[in-house]
């Protein structure tokens, strides 16, 4: 994912199987230090456990049945592992593209799937969905074009990421708060009996258990407080990499590879995004016991 080190920072380029570097963006870890092949070797290979949590999401929420937009989700998060995955690896400029705009597809999709609150987070037969649809790809398209094209600073990339990103949590902190706390009366052996599909409802007509709640808000809140570790080491390493440098060596390796804090931000955000979207899908908890709908359990 990415970062803010000026390409031009002295001392972090040799020559490589990717050469030359067409990337906005270069990182602290020295380029191809281990492998001819692999630019950044922590950087890349930090990107398998969120790829490893991705699919874990994925099989969960097929298995348990949940709408397909949550699904969605986690394919779309494991994409963002390996777009970030090819970047660090080869530091070009289409690679890097290829990790970028996945994050936007993923906050983006996860933002407008929680103003889609009808019975089982909605259908395409409903004009809702398809209106929320509908603006997602249009955002989606627009933001693509404004970005490859137009204008390519990364900070604007990291605003638009992080404002969707704190509207998502925003919005399923708001969602929890206004769904009913009580037990549906309808639940049967921990089963909560679908509403019809044809009757539409209000955010207080969702009725979310108060186990589920108590999973959800430690889901959203364990999430948040990730990205801001990973967000604070993500800037020592922007910000004293000269230091941090110098450490890595006097360490020596394998050890000065805990010493690399863009790494550690793949794995803090990995997981952070994991318990995010977790906790979104506590949101289709129509037709699902409490306990069959959480993966963190």
């Given at each position: 994912?990415?970062?803010?080190?000026?390409?031009?920072?002295?001392?972090?380029?040799?020559?490589?199987?990717?050469?030359?570097?067409?990337?906005?963006?270069?990182?602290?870890?020295?380029?191809?230090?281990?492998?001819?092949?692999?630019?950044?070797?922590?950087?890349?290979?930090?990107?398998?456990?969120?790829?490893?949590?991705?699919?874990?999401?994925?099989?969960?929420?097929?298995?348990?049945?949940?709408?397909?937009?949550?699904?969605?989700?986690?394919?779309?998060?494991?994409?963002?592992?390996?777009?970030?995955?090819?970047?660090?690896?080869?530091?070009?400029?289409?690679?890097?593209?290829?990790?970028?705009?996945?994050?936007?597809?993923?906050?983006?999709?996860?933002?407008?799937?929680?103003?889609?609150?009808?019975?089982?987070?909605?259908?395409?037969?409903?004009?809702?969905?398809?209106?929320?649809?509908?603006?997602e790809?249009?955002?989606?398209?627009?933001?693509?074009?404004s970005?490859?094209?137009?204008?390519?600073?990364?900070?604007?990339?990291?605003?638009?990421?992080?404002?969707?990103?704190?509207?998502?949590?925003?919005?399923?902190?708001?969602?929890?708060?206004?769904?009913k706390?009580?037990?549906?009366?309808?639940?049967?052996?921990?089963?909560?009996?679908?509403?019809?599909?044809?009757?539409?409802?209000?955010?207080?007509d969702?009725?979310?258990p108060?186990s589920?709640?108590?999973?959800?808000?430690?889901?959203?809140?364990?999430?948040?407080?990730?990205?801001?570790?990973?967000?604070?080491l993500?800037n020592?390493?922007?910000?004293?990499?000269?230091?941090?440098?110098?450490?890595?060596?006097?360490?020596?390796?394998?050890?000065?590879?805990?010493?690399?804090?863009?790494?550690?931000?793949?794995?803090?955000?990995?997981?952070?995004?994991?318990?995010?979207?977790?906790?979104?899908?506590?949101?289709?908890?129509?037709?699902?016991?409490?306990?069959?709908?959480?993966?963190?359990?």
């Open positions: 994912m990415a970062s803010l080190v000026d390409l031009a920072a002295p001392g972090m380029h040799t020559d490589g199987f990717w050469d030359p570097i067409t990337s906005t963006l270069d990182w602290c870890e020295a380029n191809y230090q281990f492998s001819y092949y692999i630019a950044e070797l922590a950087n890349s290979f930090s990107n398998l456990f969120t790829i490893v949590l991705a699919f874990f999401g994925v099989v969960h929420t097929w298995r348990q049945g949940l709408p397909l937009n949550h699904t969605v989700s986690f394919l779309l998060f494991a994409l963002v592992g390996i777009g970030s995955f090819a970047f660090h690896a080869s530091l070009l400029y289409s690679a890097q593209l290829a990790d970028e705009l996945p994050m936007i597809y993923l906050v983006s999709h996860g933002f407008f799937s929680l103003f889609d609150t009808n019975p089982g987070f909605g259908t395409l037969n409903d004009p809702k969905t398809r209106l929320l649809l509908v603006a790809v249009l955002f989606d398209v627009l933001f693509t074009w970005y490859a094209v137009v204008y390519r600073n990364p900070v604007y990339h990291q605003v638009v990421f992080g404002l969707f990103d704190t509207g998502m949590v925003v919005r399923g902190m708001y969602l929890m708060r206004q769904a706390t009580e037990e549906d009366p309808k639940e049967k052996d921990g089963r909560l009996t679908a509403t019809s599909a044809a009757t539409p409802r209000t955010v207080r969702v009725v979310i108060r589920v709640r108590k999973d959800m808000r430690y889901c959203l809140t364990a999430g948040v407080m990730s990205f801001m570790v990973g967000f604070a993500w020592v390493d922007n910000v004293f990499c000269g230091n941090v440098t110098a450490l890595k060596r006097a360490v020596g390796w394998p050890g000065a590879f805990l010493l690399e804090g863009h790494a550690w931000w793949h794995v803090c955000t990995g997981y952070g995004a994991f318990l995010v979207f977790t906790g979104v899908s506590y949101m289709s908890v129509d037709g699902h016991s409490a306990s069959r709908t959480s993966p963190v359990n």
